[in-house]
């Protein structure tokens, strides 16, 4: 068996060997599709395939253009200030109870990743903006890194999400159907996040010490107004997008603008808007465009000349011979899933991996329509790679955080803050499970 499928073997080995050494993954991916298509001997005409998908399935489809839009969006908040402000307003409202600053933390990891839908933004935000008060309050090291990281991973999942708008194109699948079906999902995770830091500051006070009213905040404002005033953005702007797309009034494309029309607004609002600001975010929402879409390209090649040489006949013989049932079968993709993580990043898990992963998962019968197993499965493997961000060699959460705290927190230190949070990540991924209801009520009930 392994004989007859040595190319496909080897294209993944060489991919892990080339992630190892640094180098671009877009390069590797791209690189190791001509190499093996050379080695494999694929006709030239039939890698001419690789131009249409391209040119027709990816450079062509109108969902993509939700990308730079999302991206942007979220760049323009974290400048308008909505944050910090709110940051502040929330630990007012919790100041009184232990670990009173990291549920706020938590709480707004959940606001702007309803608003943002971009880990890296969200991560440094919250890092910028939370840490420095969280050590200079005595709050112990593992606390605070790991409720920054594991709160700004959740705009990866609770939408609008990046992931979802490529995965929804994936797998020919409405974007809107997955974020109707991962609200629930995310804001349980926050739940859990928040239930975790309250049990904590319980049996573990020295962790997280109470802190004086008087050193919180300088606001007077009276706590329901300035609740009021600092929600307002941030609840426009998820009512802008999500309800236009959960209502049916615009396309996620159109709810992309939509939202990015609402950043611009709410940084004049806020008296932020200036030539530098809106350049820098065009800037860096271009960057990020480019690199997210490089990678699309060119694991759509290596996907091509994966399958070309049975890479696909591999992962059927491989998951005939486990003899497992629907569920046995789900719990070792998921399994596989997570240890990739490890290694892999969400776009190449995705692109490589997901397309392979549908005929098996399109076979399986778990008492559902085929729809509604797809949009189940897209959104447990969107809960499971969050747990990426997190995974230590390579959790970008986990860099993002160390480049804020600039050598003051070691990296074991903030390696050990993430185990609580990546196991109650696999908690809420078990409980989408065994009762998939939590997936696919909003989006039965909508």
């Known amino acids: ?34 190499i093996f298509a050379f080695i494999g001997e694929i006709p030239l005409p039939f890698m001419g395939m690789a131009g249409s998908r391209i040119y027709g399935g990816v450079i062509e489809n109108w969902l993509y253009i939700a990308i730079p839009l999302f991206v942007f969006m979220g760049l323009m908040l974290e400048k308008s200030g909505v ?18 600053l990291a549920i706020s933390v938590a709480l707004l990891g959940v606001v702007m990743a309803a608003s943002t839908g971009i880990v890296g933004a969200s991560v440094v935000m919250l890092g910028m903006l939370a840490l ?5 309050q005595k709050y112990k090291e593992e606390m605070a890194c790991g409720v920054i990281a594991a709160s700004g991973t959740l705009g990866i999942l609770i939408p609008p999400s990046i992931m979802l708008v490529l995965m929804g194109s994936i797998m020919q699948v409405s974007v809107g159907d997955l974020f109707k079906a991962a609200l629930i999902p995310g804001l349980m995770l926050g739940a859990l996040y928040i239930i975790y830091l309250l049990v904590t500051g319980y049996l573990k006070p020295d962790w997280m010490p109470l802190v004086d009213k008087d050193d919180i905040t300088t606001d007077t404002t009276p706590l329901p107004l300035a609740l009021l005033r600092d929600l307002v953005g941030p609840v426009f702007l998820m009512v802008a997008v999500l309800g236009s797309i959960m209502a049916g009034i615009a396309t996620p494309t159109e709810a992309a603008a939509i939202g990015a ?32 879409v490089f990678i699309v390209i060119t694991a759509t090649v290596f996907s091509l000349v994966f399958k070309r040489l049975g890479g696909d006949y591999l992962i059927m013989d491989l998951v005939s011979a486990t003899g ?55 959104i447990l ?26 050598g003051q927190i070691k990296i074991t230190t903030i390696y050990k803050s993430i185990i609580p949070y990546v196991l109650l990540q696999l908690t809420g991924l ?6 998939p209801a939590i997936v696919l009520w909003l989006p039965g009930l909508l």
Request: aromatic share 14%.
């Open 261 to 292: 029309l609402g950043a611009i607004l709410l940084a004049v609002v806020g008296r932020k808007l200036s030539y530098i600001t809106l350049r820098d975010v065009c800037y860096d929402s271009a960057k990020s465009t480019a690199m997210i």
């Open 381 to 406: 493997m969107a809960i499971n790679l969050q747990t990426s961000f997190l995974t230590p060699p390579f959790g970008y959460a986990l860099f993002y955080l160390k480049g804020i705290t600039e």
């Open 83 to 100: 944050a910090s402000r709110l940051l502040l307003t929330l630990q007012r409202l919790f100041g009184r109870v232990r670990g009173g």
């Open 324 to 378: 497992l049932g629907p569920y046995g079968l789900l719990l070792a993709i998921m399994l596989m899933i997570f240890v990739l993580g490890f290694f892999l990043e969400w776009i190449e898990i995705s692109y490589v991996v997901l397309p392979l992963l549908l005929p098996v998962i399109s076979l399986l019968d778990f008492g559902m329509s085929a729809q509604a197993t797809l949009v189940w499965f897209a």
């Open 132 to 136: 420095p008060v969280m050590l200079k």
């Open 1 to 34: 068996m392994f004989a007859e499928y040595l190319l496909p073997i080897l294209m993944v080995v060489f991919l892990l060997v080339g992630i190892f050494t640094g180098y671009p993954v877009a390069f590797v991916l791209g690189g190791l599709a001509i």
């Open 430 to 435: 078990l409980l989408c499970i065994l009762f």
